[in-house]
């Protein structure tokens, strides 16, 4: 076979494995990572099996490629966008706003694919809850480093806890997801969105357009 | 039949529903409502499957029993002993304490029961979904109630919104359930608990032992 049909296959598996992933994670935002499964998959996507399972070769495994594919998603879509802002207090406020934002939009079909998958394996020790966990300690620690970053410029309290700053944040927000999905009521995001200014307010070290 | 062997067979019945709704409860706090199934629960528990079957008759009754249920206990361990402080302010800040000791001593095995269902059912509309969006409602509302009794009292600023103040409180004690479950780290009961007290005391007109 030639150097180009062996790249022209591996692309097209490539994408294959995207979008088998990309349609993991919508149906577990819904059903959780329990509600997968690979003949479902191939079923929706007109592909084989045997071609999904290839990629996979287990549930288990399956899980935890879905895991990692929506963490990107949900980096692309909400971390990457905060990052254009400037630098200190308002990065961290438009941090927290983007992540509103993407659960208002529901970017997953589902609502937050994380709120929906820590619950369900929240109780269940094994490879999945340790990589869900690690998402939930990887995305509290990037709103701590925004904080303490705020903290260093002299625009928060010096006396600050970033984790525990961040701890309260991610608190509102991931209510106000649970209050849109299951009580079909969005004002949450409002309401998160004003609770979280409200608190970095009493930290602010002087007024700040972005806790306006 | 004699009307106290009739007496007999009815406790005998109320019993074995009691028994079944509690060890149901449990496993729905684990492995979610649709973990449930007739069969096992009457494997766990010794009793034939046409007798667990005669007092649920479908997945679906048995899945809305259990959250009833369920919320009965959650009223008994957490909502009945906080009416035991004094009216206002205190009974506030006891419902809450109450609220993370029950999640922090795992009265249900999986943590609190409703984080996990909710989040189950978040996206699925239906009866089930209804009812824990009710049990949710309610909860907000036993909070808010409190808040606004605390503030006609002249303890909290008369300006203060119950409904906002009670979001952010449940906000914090589902973010410390959610991260003992998942990260095996208890740290965010006494994080919530200082950040419930910080918000209080910006609303209080005065120190209040409570907010200590």
Same mark, same amino acid.
């Given at each position: 076979?030639?150097?180009?049909?062996?790249?022209?296959?591996?692309?097209?598996?490539?994408?294959?494995?995207?979008? %088998?992933?990309?349609?993991?994670?919508?149906?577990?935002?819904?059903?959780? #990572?329990?509600?997968?499964?690979?003949?479902?998959?191939?079923?929706?996507?007109? %592909?084989?099996?045997?071609? %999904?399972?290839?990629?996979?070769?287990?549930?288990?495994?399956?899980?935890?490629?879905?895991?990692?594919?929506?963490?990107?998603?949900?980096?692309?879509?909400?971390?990457?966008?905060?990052?254009?802002?400037?630098?200190?207090?308002?990065? #961290?406020?438009?941090?927290?706003?983007?992540?509103?934002?993407?659960?208002?939009?529901?970017?997953?079909?589902?609502?937050?694919?994380?709120?929906?998958?820590?619950?369900?394996?929240?109780?269940?020790?094994?490879?999945?809850?340790?990589?869900?966990?690690?998402?939930?300690?990887?995305?509290?620690?990037?709103?701590?480093?925004?904080?303490?970053?705020?903290?260093?410029?002299?625009?928060?309290?010096?006396?600050?806890?970033?984790?525990?700053?961040?701890?309260?944040?991610?608190?509102?927000?991931?209510?106000?997801?649970?209050?849109?999905?299951?009580?079909?009521?969005?004002?949450?995001?409002?309401?998160?969105?004003?609770?979280?200014?409200?608190?970095?307010?009493?930290?602010?070290?002087?007024?700040?357009?972005?806790?306006?």
């Amino acid at each position: 076979m030639s150097g180009a049909a062996t790249d022209g296959r591996l692309a097209r598996g490539e994408r294959t494995r995207a979008a %088998v992933l990309r349609r993991a994670a919508d149906i577990a935002s819904i059903d959780g #990572l329990d509600g997968l499964s690979i003949g479902r998959l191939a079923a929706d996507l007109s %592909v084989s099996k045997a071609g %999904v399972f290839a990629h996979f070769g287990s549930k288990e495994e399956l899980q935890l490629a879905t895991v990692h594919a929506a963490a990107e998603r949900f980096a692309a879509e909400v971390v990457v966008p905060a990052m254009e802002a400037p630098e200190g207090l308002a990065r #961290l406020v438009a941090l927290y706003d983007s992540w509103l934002a993407y659960s208002r939009r529901r970017v997953f079909p589902g609502g937050c694919f994380f709120f929906c998958t820590f619950a369900e394996f929240h109780a269940r020790p094994g490879r999945v809850r340790d990589e869900l966990a690690e998402v939930r300690r990887r995305w509290l620690d990037a709103g701590a480093g925004l904080v303490a970053d705020a903290r260093d410029r002299g625009e928060l309290d010096p006396e600050c806890d970033p984790q525990a700053v961040a701890f309260e944040l991610d608190a509102l927000g991931m209510a106000a997801n649970l209050h849109d999905q299951l009580c079909e009521d969005p004002s949450g995001f409002d309401r998160a969105a004003a609770a979280m200014r409200a608190r970095l307010r009493t930290l602010a070290t002087a007024p700040h357009p972005a806790l306006d």
